[in-house]
């Protein structure tokens, strides 16, 4: 069984810029979260998927978005850039939905903002 | 907040020796899960612990619950090298028809060869 793929592993921008990061889940699973993950703040709910809709969010600004599509695999994005947006960027999926199933998840996305 | 705390934040042990580490949070759940992170990379689920059960156990893995106490512990018996990583506790809650889980910001565990 594939686990949680993310893409890409790496990636380097400049401020103002705009990321698109992708996750496809564990074939089934039809929850996606994602996390970002700072040394200063650690692990920060963003927002979680289910059945293409968003049934929750965290406290991020609207500069940061995502959707997922009929195939479960989810995107987030990130527009206008911010030194501070510089983090890894965790993406897990679940059969139904964090903290009512486990978390499996994705080796991230590590975004650096120049 | 619902967020978990680890402590310690830092921990460092010999090769042998049992590690222990504590989550406390600050309002009712419906389970805590641990997880655990090898540097820079994703977060393996270790143990999920429903609110209604005290103890559980997998392989050198412990891990107890007290909801009076709104607390957890994680132990680890006769550490190895390979277990060198950050451990995080989460907290998950249902609220406004969904679960929402969150994590505290981990305990960095050193084994010592």
């Known amino acids: 069984k594939a686990g949680v793929t993310q893409t890409p592993r790496y990636l380097i921008k400049t401020r103002g810029q705009q990321v698109t990061l992708s996750c496809s889940p564990i074939?089934?699973?039809?929850?996606v979260s994602w996390y970002q993950q700072t040394p200063g703040q650690g692990l920060q709910f963003l927002f979680e998927?289910?059945?293409?809709?968003?049934?929750n969010k965290g406290n991020f600004p609207g500069r940061f978005s995502g959707r997922q599509f009929s195939n479960s695999r989810s995107e987030m994005n990130v527009s206008t850039l911010e030194l501070g947006d510089s983090a890894l960027y965790l993406c897990?999926?679940?059969?139904?939905?964090?903290?009512?199933?486990?978390?499996?998840f994705g080796a991230g996305s590590r975004l650096t903002v120049l | 907040s619902q967020q978990g705390e680890e402590d310690p934040q830092a921990l460092s042990i010999q090769e042998g020796e049992n590690a222990t580490m504590n989550c406390s949070y600050k309002t009712s759940i419906n389970n805590l899960q641990w997880y655990r992170q090898n540097s820079g990379r994703g977060l393996v689920h270790l143990i999920l612990i429903r609110s209604n059960e005290r103890e559980k156990h997998s392989g050198r893995l412990r891990v107890t619950l007290d909801t009076s106490k709104k607390s957890s512990s994680l132990l680890i018996t006769a550490s190895r090298a390979a277990d060198t990583a950050s451990y995080f506790c989460a907290t998950a809650y249902s609220g406004a028809g969904s679960y929402q889980l969150t994590f505290g910001k981990g305990t960095k565990l050193s084994v010592i060869p």
């Open positions: 998927y289910f059945s293409e809709t968003q049934r």
């Open positions: 897990a999926s679940s059969l139904i939905g964090a903290g009512a199933n486990v978390l499996t």
């Open positions: 074939s089934g699973h039809r929850s």
